[in-house]
């Protein structure tokens, strides 16, 4: 019997990932400072390049401001109308976006490598010197209302908005909602004094990878190296002390289902216990083969998904379990995540759970670096993060070497029930 009739029968070997192969952090300067990290590789002549403005709603003078400001400083430069834009842009098969989250606004290029000099400098454009046509802002603002009416018809959706409200204050910056009142407040003044303090007060990073020459490399220094910048402002954020572990139930918009959140908050990606908390939230709940799936749908059949989270933000972050169940098994669903919670808490992993969880999220780590649009994604986050690679890697050392022992005392320490916030939507 020869090798491939032998592995046809009997499947390949099973490895352990021993490596994650993490690239160096290469970066070098414009002429005016701003710092670019690239990665010069790739099977196809595409290149992607990310613009980030550290300020999202931390900078915000008005509620939702960085939600539209980002919606509609694409739509026109004070050359360009928006149909212009999109018609030069479509010529070239480029796309382009520019889009907004709590801690970022994010500008993105990305074109075949030999039209991306011809396209950076309308790209610069629409950052440098958008029109912000009041036509634009009303459509931008009419569409977002529209969407937060469509988000208000839905269980889930209503059960996350009120999560953050409730663990971090309905005024915070992790914390508030936008409304339609916010929407429909905002004007074209505010837009371009965000605007202004973007480009003068928010710290400014690019992210560039792909197959290119050098041209590319010239032709963003040229649109963005001469912009007089100076190293943006601190972000100054005092978190709050206040734990809130009340029980809440909403009545239902969705009359055949109800919501379930239990969450707490956390840190952030620099807490001493990041990477543990990672993995214990993959065992309870972070992968198709988790604890709370195999119990709540595989064994009881109470839902279709349920998962637990771990985000975290920059200054701050929050850990929850979420689902969707009949009104009729919320108290039982309930009892099973908190019964989940406790198992964890009181008894180590088997071995062999322990290795399935350890395999999987390694398993990720080489998706995460495999070919440069994938790398450059986990180079940014933790460059945003304030992260080095020796951060990275000991996050990965970390998942290699974590005991059952210790996944217990991260659960003891972090999933105590009675620090949990319970939020039930029906």
Known sequence: MNIDEKIRRNGPKIHSITKIPVRPFTSFNLDNGLPVYYIRQGSQELVKLDIVFKGGRHHELHKSLNRIFAGVIKEG??????????????????????????????????????????????????????????????????????????????????AYRLLTEKLFGEDAVYGYNSTKENFQQITRERLVEYHQD??????????????????????????????????????????????????????????????????????????????????????????????????????????????????????????????????????????????????????????????????YILGNLLTAVDGPFQTIRLIKSAVLNGETREDVLHTIETFKSITAREVQHTAEEFLDPSTFMHLTIG
């Open 77 to 158: 430069t004070q050359k360009d109308s928006a149909e212009t834009l999109y018609e030069f842009f479509d010529r070239y098969g480029a796309s382009y976006t520019s889009r907004s989250s709590l801690d970022y606004t994010t500008f993105t290029l990305m074109s075949l490598s030999k039209f991306f000099p011809i396209l950076i400098q309308k790209f610069s454009e629409i950052i440098l010197e958008p029109l912000f046509a009041e036509e634009e802002i009303l459509k931008c603002i009419d569409n977002n209302c529209r969407k937060l009416e469509l988000d208000q018809s839905k269980n889930e959706l209503v």
């Open 198 to 359: 973007m480009m003068t007060n928010q710290e400014c990073t690019l992210f560039l990878c792909g197959q290119y020459d050098d041209t590319v490399e010239q032709s963003i220094n040229q649109a963005f190296g001469q912009w007089s910048y100076t190293k943006g402002r601190k972000i100054h954020y005092k978190k709050s002390s206040f734990t809130n572990t009340d029980q809440f139930k909403f009545p239902a918009v969705q009359q055949h289902q109800s919501a379930i959140r239990i969450g707490r908050k956390f840190g952030n990606r620099k807490d001493k216990a990041y990477a543990q908390m990672t993995f214990l939230n993959n065992v309870l709940g972070g992968y198709f083969g988790s604890r709370l799936m195999k119990n709540i749908r595989e064994e009881k059949g109470y839902t279709y998904n349920v998962f637990s989270s771990l985000d975290t933000l920059l200054c701050e972050g929050y850990f929850y379990i979420s689902t969707e169940v009949s009104p009729h098994h919320v108290k039982d669903a309930s009892n099973e995540i908190v019964k989940e919670m406790e198992l964890l808490r009181q008894v180590p992993l088997e071995k062999e759970e322990l290795e399935m969880n350890r395999n």
